[in-house]
């Protein structure tokens, strides 16, 4: 096997947008720090290649601001393998087109708008507005921040922990799974496939899902203020949440809190069901807190640090909520004391200072919102172990219950006794049914040996 490594480096002033059409190899997106444009690649031939010129297969082109690339398909049985590093600058509008390639973006801060056909688009920890398409491969998006629009025919479409103003998906023949998500406008749709999705709560929020063959399972935070209307045709309505609904027009109504963000949920075929959620999700807040830390580093300018300002009144308020479902008060107001520590910290923050002090004060701020969320956890599971010691006078559920099962009152009605027996006079019967078949001469007394051989085998 002979293996060729390719180096090229663009620098033009300006640049503004980068066009990659490639038909060549698998590509993996990086940022880069400077405004450069590095394209590192190795490409593996079945045997030694000594008339490949790069020049023949990468071309390039730039004007105005635009530079094109295009990675040209070598047309040789003898390629095994291509693949490519991309590093593109921040800011930067990228625009990809592939297909038979799978293409993976990390840790990128652009606009980007991706093409492909049969093959997977991976996107992580990337920030900025995404326009996504995929034909017969699948999305899969994960710590991504900025408005998403993605449409995919063929294949699965999967998120978590994303987070921006607007969320649009579409699928023809595939599912559409969401986790963790944080937007206001959002709008799923599935031709024929399930849709999963679960939000924190959000202000205001107004939020459509459609599948025409398929389920909806919407995951709906306790204390997420909604009004949720939900119209199947043929299909059931199901919900853990314990509140009225109403029914007229064949719409199912339910209302959540002062129910100020507006949820639509139509199936034709499918059930909908609707969960409440009371899991305390610390790892989406220490992300957010995280990515709190990483934007001060950078703020230089006013509008920047408006942008921080912004998302820490969202985090803020996602955490108060959280607090609200914490009975003891000591505990609740550590975190709201906290949380308006460090509103006022970004707020008074002057970005034209040395900002390590700052950034230690929110380090301080997120160990102080951690560790009042864990001992609120940790009296919450104290709790239910007493709960489980006196109610049932045991270490655990599972072992209250074995006990149960096992019992000689229970015992006989499950599992391998009753199964025994059930399949016993199976036998019996099927024995009986052979002597008879044999008798009437409607099979031979060799068949009536092996099947009652079989029989004895079971």
Known sequence: MSKINLEKKWVFDPLHTVVIE??????LFQADEGQEVNMEGIINFSHSQDTFQTEDYIQSEYQDGILKIILQDIDSDEVKDAVFTITIPE??????????????LNNLKNKLKVLNENSPIYLQNCQGDMHLENENGLIRLSDCEGNIDAKLENGPLSASKISGQTLHLENENGPIKVRMASFTEVELYSEN???FYE????ENGNFQFKTENGSINLVLPNNFDFTLEATTQWGRVKTSFDLPITFNDNIYTMINGEGTSHIKAISDNGTIKINAENRLNLDFVMNKLEQIKIALQKVNSEAEKQKVVEMVNKITTYINRLADSIKEEKIKEKITSA????????????FRETNDKVIKSVEDIDSQIQDAFKEGIKNIKESVDDLKKHRFHTESVAAYVKKILDSPQIK?????????KEKENIADRSRIKILEMLEAGKITAEEAERLLKAIGKE
């Open 91 to 104: 800011g930067v509008y990228l625009k990809v087109k592939t297909d038979n390639y799978p293409i993976s």
């Open 193 to 195: 496939g399930p849709i």
């Open 22 to 27: 490639n038909h060549l190899a698998k590509l």
């Open 199 to 202: 939000t924190i709560p959000v």
């Open 412 to 420: 006989p009605y499950l599992g391998g006794e009753h199964k025994k």
């Open 339 to 350: 949380t308006s520590k460090l509103k006022d910290l970004v707020v008074n923050f002057d």
